[in-house]
């Protein structure tokens, strides 16, 4: 299995409030990748990063933000947290891109009341 | 612009039966990659399976076989002779572009129930 994991694994949080979560990864893959998961929608790409500093923005940006300071940690922050953004958080890598097989972590379900 | 559909949202068959989870895709560029994933009911993605759209060969693993046809824009998935541990949500995707940094986008999933 590849060494992704996620922190939190579950998290409660007030509308408003700042959220971080974190992907650690040991397999120095030089892409990450944050999804959410909900249902009827399948995965949606929020960010990626395809190197440290070196990020871009996927399907559903808006509202999110991430950083890259290290090979291994891709932190993904919602400024002011919101209900629609409650959802199952997912962080993936690749070696090689979008275009090749990505490992997925074990998912953070986030919940915003 | 890019776009997945896997039209069934949910099929139950009984075990040993075979089953076909369907994914149509919608691309203008010649070159792009497919690929289905699984997700059990403990929650982790899987890969199954990455396919470019040069290659057409159908492939076969075990009890799992892939058909794709870009003349029908499809990318099958065959299970067959299928166990309860088979039992999932399986997702199908598409990239595309030479780019590393090219955007992949999932279809809805199916999620498939194998009674015993």
């Known amino acids: 299995d590849a060494g992704i994991t996620q922190s939190p694994r579950h998290k409660v949080t007030e509308t408003g409030t700042p959220v971080t979560l974190r992907c650690h990864q040991t397999?120095?893959?030089?892409?990450m990748y944050w999804y959410r998961q909900d249902p009827g929608h399948g995965l949606r790409l929020i960010h990626y990063?395809?190197?440290?500093?070196?990020?871009d923005k996927g399907e559903v940006s808006d509202g999110y933000s991430v950083s890259r300071s290290k090979t291994e940690d891709f932190l993904l922050t919602l400024e002011s947290a919101t209900s629609s953004q409650t959802s199952v958080y997912f962080c993936?890598?690749?070696?090689?891109?979008?275009?090749?097989?990505?490992?997925f972590g074990p998912g953070t379900r986030l919940t915003v009341t | 612009a890019q776009k997945v559909t896997q039209a069934q949202t949910e099929i139950s068959v009984v075990e040993k039966e075979d089953v076909t989870l369907d994914c149509v895709y919608e691309?203008?560029?010649?070159?792009?990659?497919l690929f289905w994933y699984k997700q059990p009911p403990s929650g982790e993605l899987v890969f199954l399976i990455r396919?470019?759209?040069?290659?057409?060969q159908n492939e076969i693993s075990g009890r799992y076989s892939w058909n794709f046809q870009k003349s029908t824009s499809s990318f099958n998935f065959t299970i067959t002779a299928s166990q309860v541990v088979d039992s999932a949500v399986y997702f199908c995707?598409?990239?595309?572009?030479?780019?590393?940094?090219?955007?992949?986008?999932f279809g809805s999933g199916t999620r498939l129930s194998i009674r015993p």
């Open positions: 990063s395809y190197g440290v500093k070196d990020t």
């Open positions: 691309t203008r560029d010649t070159t792009y990659y």
């Open positions: 396919r470019n759209s040069f290659d057409e």
């Open positions: 993936a890598i690749s070696e090689r891109g979008q275009n090749y097989e990505q490992y």
């Open positions: 995707a598409l990239s595309e572009g030479y780019s590393s940094a090219s955007k992949i986008i």
């Open positions: 397999e120095n893959h030089r892409y």
